[in-house]
Structure formats: structure tokens, C-alpha cells
């Protein structure tokens, strides 16, 4: 591919916003390749070694929702570790409390970058690592000490992955690389993108489908990101998710709203949204059990999540307390 240009990466990275760059956390060096085993032998969240019943009332910086491990456990990516959400009860972690930054779900687990814990030796930042027990475990996939992904993008059942790289480390210069393995990295070209960039998305079952989210709109590349059109109006995209068929993504004018497109015609749908008055929506995320089971976050620090659609609506944290 061919290799993106200096200028266009420092416009992208100009306009992609790094946070708590000078985070701190804790890393556990086990590691596993039978994922498949541990998968069958994870207990449920209830009788989890690491998690227990959530004492916190306040949550700040988000950095990432989803639904790792194809199971019914919503987590939350927080500068203080992962929260889940499972049968209306919250749980956080007592160990291995990182702050993954980067944070993106897939079906057997989950890929982050980020920060070590407080107190750990282990090197910081964390580089790309992975975790197929709800972090109990990760498997250090490079980068240790050398890089900090705040964006991450990879395919829930594919696991290829893109990854914005923010400063130079031993394998990749400054720009966007793509990676079926997270071993051979090549950069992609993003021919056709704008020059404001706020965020980088992929299909969960098509590694080819690679989506970018900008002031100006959404903008999708068929080709592994060599080449991007946009597929929305230009009207300023804040996120989005990838379904099999269909894409969910979120507007800020004229007012913060989610709206579904399908990836064959086109054609699009309001999702009906809280009564409240909602600021930008930084996050969002479908279950994969339940298509209809809907999560999106917002800058302020509030979580809502439906589970039909849009027809009710739950506020799960509001301006970063905790609803219990």
C-alpha cells in the first residue's frame, strides 16, 4: 500500500485528541494461546476471581464500551479499570485495574492498548496486548513500553485490526497501519479522506470495511483504507459501530442523534432517542446477542442503553455516577 503522506497524518493526528496520556496502571505478564479453552472455562461474571460487586460511585474518562467475549456483560474501559454491567448489577475490577485506552471488544475477548497500574514495575505503556478473561490475563502482543494506541480499530470475528500510530516506534513510522495478526503491519493509504479525522472503525466479519468519522461526515473504504467516499451528508459524525449489514453512527447537528444506514442501499433510519437533552455521543455499541440491545456514551459522562430498540431507554450512569 501506499504509504500515507507526513502532512495528511499530522492533520489526522491534529484533530484526533490524545487523553491521559500520563495515565498509570497494573499489567498481569500471563499469558495464554488456548483462548478456545479459557473461553469454555471462564466462569460467569458473578463468581469471577477478579471482579466483585462495584463500591464505585463515580466514573471518570471513558475510553471505550463493548461487549467482549460474545457474552451479556457490557464493559466500561475507565482510567481507573473496567466496570461491567450484567444483569443490572455493576462490577469492577480488584485487580489488573488498567486503563486500557484503544479499548475495542471482539468475540473472544478483548484488544487495548494503554497505561500500566499504580504500583507496577512493568513497562508503561502497555503496547498491544490482549485478554480473553475479562483481563485477568494479557497476552502482550508488542509495542511493550514503546507505544500507547489511543485508536484501535479490529473486526469482532476477524480480529484484523488498524491502529493510529501517534509517534514513531521500532516497526511503524507516524501514520495508520492495518494488521491480520498483529504481527505484520503495513500502512494504508487513505486516499479520499478528509483532513479532520475524529475516529477510525471496522466490520466485524470483513476486514476490507474500514469506516472514518470527521466534522464533515462518514466515510467508508471497501478496499482495506486505500481509498474512502463519503457515504453520509456532510454533517459532523462523532462515532459509529459496524453491524453485519447495517452501521449505526452519530450526528451532532442539529442535534446528537443516532442514525442506522444499511451498507447495500444506503437507506436510513432515525434510532428514537432519550427525552433528555444530549451532548455529543463519544461511544457507542450494539450487543451481539441482541441487535436490539443498543449502548451509547456521551462527553459528559452519562451511559444510556436500550433493549428494544429505542422504545425505552435506561440511563446505566449519569454524568459519571453510577446508577445502581
Known sequence: MKKISLYTI???LTVIISACQNDQSSLNENQS???????????????????TEADRNQIDHVHGIGYPGNRNELL?????????????IWYEATTNKNDYMGFQAVADGFYSSGHPGEGSALPN???????????????????????????????????????????????????????EDAKKWVDVALKGT???????????????LVAITSPSGLYLSRNQGE???????????????????????AVQEPRNQLIVQSLQDGEEEEVTMPNQTLD?????????????????????????????NGKSWTILINEGKIKK
Not at 479532520?196 to 466479519?205: A, K, N, R, Y
Open 33 to 51: 494461546n488456548d483462548t478456545g479453552q479459557k473461553q469454555a472455562n471462564l466462569a460467569s461474571i458473578s463468581n469471577s476471581a477478579i471482579y
Open 194 to 208: 478528509p483532513d479532520q479525522i475524529s475516529g477510525l472503525f471496522t466490520h466485524p466479519s470483513n476486514s476490507n
Open 280 to 308: 455529543t455521543i463519544d461511544y457507542v455499541t450494539v450487543n451481539p446477542q441482541n441487535k436490539d440491545e443498543i449502548v451509547f456514551h456521551s462527553i459528559s459522562g452519562s451511559l444510556y442503553q436500550t433493549t428494544d
Open 76 to 88: 466500561v474501559a475507565t482510567h481507573d479499570g473496567p466496570l461491567i454491567y450484567h444483569n443490572q
Open 125 to 179: 505503556p502497555l503496547g498491544l496486548i490482549k485478554s480473553t478473561d475479562r483481563g485477568k490475563t494479557l497476552e502482550k502482543l508488542g509495542f511493550q513500553g514503546e507505544s500507547d494506541f489511543h485508536y484501535l480499530a479490529v473486526g469482532y470475528e476477524t480480529n484484523a485490526m488498524y491502529a493510529v500510530n501517534q509517534q514513531r516506534n521500532s516497526e511503524m513510522e507516524i501514520g495508520v497501519y492495518y494488521s
Open 227 to 249: 481509498s474512502f467516499t463519503r457515504i453520509t451528508k456532510e454533517v459532523a459524525v462523532s462515532t459509529m459501530v459496524f453491524l453485519e449489514d447495517r452501521f449505526i453512527y
Open 10 to 12: 499530522g492533520l489526522i
